[in-house]
C-alpha cells in the first residue's frame, strides 16, 4: 500500500480552484513533488520543492503544505487541466521514494 | 535538453527475467548530483517507484521488490539498466525510467522517457 494517500477524484468547474491533496508521515520532514499525467502520457512534473514550477508550467499550479499534508492548487482550471495527479515524496528513510494513489481531475 | 528512451522485449515469459535499458541523450549521465530511477504503472493504476542508481552505483530499491531487482549503470554508453527476476502477471506495466533530483528535504523525477509496455504472459 502507499504511504502517501491522495482522493481517487476531484471534479471542478471551468475557471474555478481546485486543491488536490496527498496525505502521509514522510511530509512532515519531505517536501511533495506532483505529477499530471494524461492518458497514454508519461507523468510531467508541475510542482517541486517547497513550491517551485519547471519552466513552461503554468502559474494557475501552485503547491502548498502543513503537517502530513501536501496540497496542489489549480487557480482557474482549464479544460487541458483535466488529468490524473500523483503526488511523491521520499518515504520516512529517506532514501526511497513513494508516490500517492494518484487523483483524477475532472473538469467540468 | 535531456531525453530518455527505454528500450527492451515488451514480451517476457512468466518466471524468467525482465530487461530495460534507458539510453540518456542531451547530456552526460555522469554530470550533475542526479540519480537514475525506474518506475512503473500497471494499466489503470498508479505510480510504483522501483528504484534508484547513482552514478558511483550505489542503489536504493523499492522494499516489495528488492529481492528481484538489479539496477546496473555503463557510464561510457550513458546508459542504465533494469533487471525484475521470477516475473508473474502482476509484472505487466508501463516501465518508465527518469531522472531524480533529491535535496535534502524533497525528491523530483524532472525528466521521463516516453515508457514502454511489457507484458508477461506465456
Known amino acids: 500500500s502507499s504511504e502517501l494517500t491522495q482522493d481517487p477524484a476531484v471534479s471542478v468547474a471551468l475557471g474555478q480552484t481546485v486543491r488536490i491533496t496527498c496525505q502521509g508521515d514522510?511530509?512532515?520532514?519531505?517536501?511533495a513533488s506532483w505529477y499530471q499525467q494524461k492518458p497514454g502520457q508519461a507523468p510531467v512534473l508541475v510542482i517541486y520543492?517547497?513550491?517551485n514550477r519547471p519552466s513552461g508550467i503554468p502559474d494557475r499550479f501552485s503547491g502548498s503544505s502543513s503537517g502530513n499534508t501536501a496540497s496542489l492548487t489549480i487557480t482557474g482550471a482549464q479544460a487541458e487541466d483535466e488529468a490524473d495527479y500523483y503526488c511523491?515524496?521520499?518515504?520516512?528513510?529517506?532514501?526511497?521514494?513513494?508516490f500517492g494513489g494518484g487523483t483524477q481531475l475532472t473538469v467540468l | 535538453q535531456v531525453q530518455l528512451q527505454e528500450s527492451g522485449p515488451g514480451l517476457v515469459k512468466p518466471s524468467q527475467t525482465l530487461s530495460l535499458t534507458c539510453t540518456v541523450s542531451?547530456?552526460?549521465?555522469?554530470?550533475?548530483?542526479?540519480?537514475w530511477s525506474w518506475i512503473r504503472q500497471p494499466a489503470g493504476k498508479g505510480l510504483e517507484w522501483i528504484g534508484r542508481?547513482?552514478?558511483?552505483?550505489?542503489?536504493n530499491y523499492n522494499p516489495s521488490l528488492k529481492s528481484r531487482v538489479t539496477i546496473s549503470v555503463d557510464t561510457s554508453k550513458n546508459q542504465f539498466s533494469l533487471k525484475l527476476s521470477s516475473v508473474t502477471a502482476a509484472d505487466t506495466a508501463v516501465y518508465y525510467c527518469?531522472?531524480?533530483?533529491?535535496?535534502?528535504?524533497?525528491?523530483?523525477?524532472?525528466?521521463w522517457g516516453q515508457g514502454t509496455l511489457v507484458t508477461v504472459s506465456s
Open positions: 527518469a531522472r531524480a533530483r533529491y535535496n535534502w528535504n524533497d525528491v523530483c523525477f524532472d525528466y
Open positions: 542531451g547530456g552526460s549521465i555522469s554530470s550533475g548530483s542526479y540519480y
Open positions: 542508481i547513482y552514478t558511483s552505483g550505489s542503489t
Open positions: 514522510s511530509l512532515r520532514s519531505y517536501y
Open positions: 520543492g517547497k513550491n
Open positions: 511523491n515524496s521520499r518515504d520516512s528513510s529517506g532514501n526511497h521514494a513513494v
